[in-house]
């Protein structure tokens, strides 16, 4: 299918056209491209949802629970699981398709497992592209789970309206460390498994952090929740539905929007220039030189470092 035909086949509702559109998004080529920015203007009426948090806190298990309460309500889902990429292939590893295969049957339901690619926020660039694409092929709700790699993981927040994050029982070191990145960006935070001895700790430790955390317009609610059963989901879905009302409703809601296309424009423009950036450098040669003078404890890093800089600012300045 070209661009035309994915376009039009993505709009009318056609999954086999969905699918190939996704795989050109991933590949970030021509064709995906073409039909991102033709779709982008039918973007915005999704829900979209990022699910973050460390590594074991049970988040697979919780989008699979919310996605079975948002079907309940009659709404369609879209998934986005960002798993960890092989290092030799670079596709995806753990495949969180196995974890929700009971949704695969649901003709209300679409999944797509991406490869994270190495990126430390958690999400692949080509994510928020999925999701633009998910938005326009109708969705009601368009749910992305990222790989678990704890507080870097807040480049979610560049791609969801609303980012909820998990926690379990136990974690206190890990809800501790969570101040540094992932309680800045969270809108709604859960602790999971919450039937495990430590729950109301792990509440106690989170509402601590928010007492002391810069909150903007919106106050972040504390939920628990046991996704293997289906507890406090239906509470957890509630808080999603209070919060995307707060940014298409209330009085904040423009300023909401362009914060979020901010950070999204910005995100994409730094990748961007970092692989150009890191093309240029490998090419002049200097790289390779600046390394091998740092190893030997020649130059540090930061010096190597502001040398590169300089040689690349110099290189595009040349057009080259």
């Known amino acids: 299918m070209d661009a035309d035909q994915l376009i039009a086949g993505v709009t009318s509702g056609d999954r086999r056209a969905l699918a190939r559109a996704l795989t050109h998004v991933e590949a970030d080529d ?60 670079h596709g ?70 609303t980012t909820v994050l998990v926690a379990n029982p136990g974690a206190g070191d890990d809800v501790q460390s969570m101040k540094a990145g992932l309680m800045e960006v969270a809108q709604v935070m859960v602790v999971n498994k919450a039937d495990l001895a430590g729950a109301d700790t792990a509440v106690a430790h989170l509402r601590a952090l928010l007492a002391i955390a810069g909150l903007g317009t919106w106050e972040p609610p504390i939920l628990k929740t046991v996704a293997r059963t289906g507890e406090g989901v239906s509470e957890l879905v509630d808080a999603i539905d209070r919060h995307q009302h707060h940014i298409h409703h209330s009085e904040h809601a423009a300023e909401e929007r362009r914060l979020l296309a901010q950070r999204q424009v910005v995100s994409l423009a730094r990748a961007a220039l970092h692989r150009e950036a890191l093309v240029t450098a490998e090419a002049s040669g200097l790289l390779a030189g600046l390394v091998n003078e740092v190893a030997a404890r020649h130059r540090d890093p930061r010096s190597a470092a502001e040398a590169l800089r300089e040689a690349i600012r110099r290189a595009w300045a040349a057009g080259g």
Request: no cysteine.
């Open 30 to 89: 021509a064709t995906g491209r073409r039909v991102l920015a033709a779709l982008y203007p039918r973007t915005g009426r999704a829900q979209t949802v990022g699910v973050t948090g460390s590594a074991g806190a049970g988040k697979s298990t919780l989008v699979g629970a919310i996605a079975r309460e948002e079907r309940t309500r009659g709404r369609t889902v879209g998934i986005i699981a960002v798993d960890p990429s092989s290092p030799f292939s």
């Open 92 to 161: 995806a590893i753990l495949g969180d398709r196995i974890r929700m295969q009971d949704l695969t049957a649901d003709g209300g339901v679409f999944m797509r497992s991406m490869a994270s690619r190495g990126n430390l926020g958690g999400l692949s660039e080509s994510a928020g592209g999925a999701i633009d694409m998910l938005d326009a092929a109708g969705f009601d709700v368009v749910l992305v789970e990222t790989v678990g790699a704890g507080q870097d993981e807040v480049e979610v927040a560049n791609a969801a309206g």
